[in-house]
């Protein structure tokens, strides 16, 4: 096969496995040189497959019914006969997904690890947490699963009531950041301990164990049981203007992150913007900010006028502060209202994921506030963010919304204005001077969109001048060497002690089989090679016999030829004997006529 592809113009390259390998080690040698010179690199962990079969169900896991404990299975024991809970791969659960039908009208359930976030099957299923033991070294580990129902009794995780509860009440976290310029006492101050220093400023986060006290600090109340207010602290660290971790001397920021009773979220936020704090409030997790909170950024507004705002506002919460920019939080729900008060020119934007888009042509002169009227003429919220670049009769603006626009296109005074999705805000935009429009847009449009790319940009290009073409040996040989090879690897295959099980003999029957079949193709090859040569002598002969019968013709003709040319020789022969004899009988009659 792979000295016919060979033939083929241009080549087909079919790549064996070991050839494959050869330019995967050279290619290996060749990167590990420069990485060695640059030290060593950690490779980007990849998430690891578990082996179910590594790994014991903790007692008690799963219960048939209340305080019935579901065995766990192997995974080639679930059928119809069996009950409990088997541990599987997603690879081996699949069958049962795809098939979707109940085994058996008992408890028997599959769970499923290394599974994608959504089952494809018809059958019921639920995510779930759970513990299990390395088979190894009996330490347990956390898993996450699907629980699949085989059965049309669930099985169900084991709850118990009994057991102590830990006490939960409601936490947030927030983000603390200290900037050095509002900060009231000397930067340095914050060298040592800098988390004490700013708790001194945020009374809502200390404790007060005073009784009947009025306070702003946190007094524990006896009921709850809850003695402190903070119950975590972390990712203390300085940052440089541009967000970068750095030393305290070069510091333009302390930020810190706080796990804290819920109960005193508002109080905290009441003091952001006072001694140079600010807070930003976190998910329980900290790990995004809490989307219970907005906040309308006041880009022109300083500290001073920015404060006077929060103090006149009443749904302000706090200030908040990114960079030099100041701005009012306030809650989710108020945003708009406030956002508009505040910013009656603004374009407000919903939360949500931000889209990008290419809009224009607006005229040169066209400015923010200009382009966002027409924006809210359109009844799309979208905000102008700046001009992406101009071309021949307009400026091609870069807009961001929320929402699709109602239409891409739009006939305005000035011309057509068109609405272009980026994938980015720096994703280029093409102009030929003809067309406008996105790259990947134009592209699809070109008229030579229907040419073959490969054709051009051969990936394999490359490595096909690199491997040697072999040539190819005559067929028969190809067949013979087949044969031997076949052979060989199945004398090697073929068991010769344990003959007489059972699990031997199928794979003898099996590969009998498959012997079988391969010498069925040989005989068809075969077949084919003496069809061909019969085809090609009977043409052969076929040739042959037309070039006789052609041969029998052209002698003949010849012969006649041959024959009138002799006829006439033998004409003028005796044509010059009679003149002859005459000549001879004139001298005879008069001799002196000479
Ligand atoms: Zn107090």
């Not at 790994?55 to 409990?84: C, D, H, K, R, Y």
């Not at 033991?133 to 118990?160: E, K, Y």
Request: with cysteine.
């Amino acid at each position: 096969m792979k000295s016919l592809a060979n033939q083929q113009s241009p080549p087909f390259q079919l790549v064996l496995p070991d050839e494959l390998n050869a330019v995967v080690q050279e290619r290996k040698a060749k990167k590990q040189k420069p990485a060695k010179a640059a030290g060593p690199k950690i490779a980007p962990s990849k998430p690891l497959d578990i082996d179910p079969a590594k790994l014991t169900l903790a007692q008690n896991t799963f219960q048939i019914e209340a305080g019935q404990p579901a065995p766990q299975l192997a995974a080639s024991q679930v059928g119809p006969l069996a009950v409990g809970v088997a541990l599987v791969s997603f690879q081996e659960a699949m069958p049962f997904l795809q098939s979707g039908q109940l085994l058996t009208a008992k408890s028997l359930a599959l769970l499923v690890i290394n599974g994608p976030d959504e089952l494809p099957t018809k059958l019921s299923w639920a995510s779930i947490r759970f513990a299990a033991c390395c088979s190894v070294n009996q330490q347990p580990v956390l898993l996450h699963g699907h629980l699949v129902q085989l059965g049309a009794q669930p099985v169900v995780p084991v709850f118990t009531s009994e057991s102590p509860g830990v006490h939960d009440v409601p936490v947030t976290c927030a983000r603390l950041t200290v900037f050095a310029d509002q900060w009231p006492q000397e930067w340095n101050s914050l060298e040592d301990h800098p988390f004490k220093q700013v708790l001194q400023v945020l009374p809502p986060l200390q404790t007060c164990r005073n009784d009947q006290c009025q306070c702003g600090r946190w007094h524990p109340d006896g009921m709850d049981g809850n003695q402190d207010v903070l119950l975590d602290v972390f990712r203390r660290q300085f940052f440089t203007e541009a967000g970068r971790p750095t030393k305290h001397a070069q510091a333009n920021h302390f930020s810190v992150q706080i796990r804290y009773l819920k109960s005193q979220e508002y109080a905290l936020l009441r003091l952001s913007g006072q001694n140079g704090v600010f807070v930003e409030p976190r998910v329980p997790d900290a790990s995004s900010p809490s989307e219970e909170f907005q906040v309308v950024w006041l880009p022109q507004a300083s500290f001073a006028s920015a404060q006077h705002q929060l103090q006149c506002e009443p749904l302000g919460l706090g200030l908040a502060r990114s960079g030099r920019r100041m701005g009012i939080r306030v809650a989710a729900r108020d945003f708009q209202t406030l956002f508009q008060k505040l910013k009656p020119e603004g374009q407000f934007l919903s939360p949500g994921t931000r889209q990008t888009w290419h809009c224009g042509p607006f005229p040169f002169g066209s400015d923010r506030k200009s382009i966002g009227r027409v924006f809210a003429d359109w009844k799309w919220q979208a905000r102008p963010l700046q001009p992406a670049r101009p071309i021949a009769d307009g400026v091609m603006w870069l807009v961001q919304s929320v929402a699709d626009p109602p239409q891409t296109v739009f006939n305005m005074q000035h011309g057509q204005v068109m609405i272009s999705k980026c994938d980015s805000v720096r994703a280029g935009m093409a102009d030929n001077g003809l067309v406008i429009g996105p790259q990947s847009t134009i592209e699809l449009c070109a008229t030579n969109s229907a040419v073959d790319p490969w054709t051009f940009h051969d990936p394999w290009q490359q490595a096909l001048t690199q491997v040697p073409v072999h040539s190819s040996a005559p067929v028969t040989s190809h067949i013979k060497e087949l044969e031997e090879r076949l052979e060989r690897s199945i004398l090697e295959k073929l068991p010769l002690e344990r003959m007489e099980t059972d699990h031997t003999e199928d794979r003898i029957q099996i590969m009998e089989k498959q012997l079988q079949h391969l010498a069925n193709q040989h005989q068809a090859l075969e077949s084919t090679v003496h069809e061909h040569h019969r085809q090609n002598s009977a043409q052969v002969q076929t040739l042959q016999a037309q070039m006789l019968s052609q041969m029998e013709v052209q002698r003949s003709q010849m012969a006649n030829m041959f024959e009138d040319q002799m006829g006439a020789v033998r004409k003028s022969r005796s044509q010059i004997y009679e003149l002859m004899r005459l000549l001879c009988f004139a001298r005879l009659l008069n001799p002196a006529s000479r």
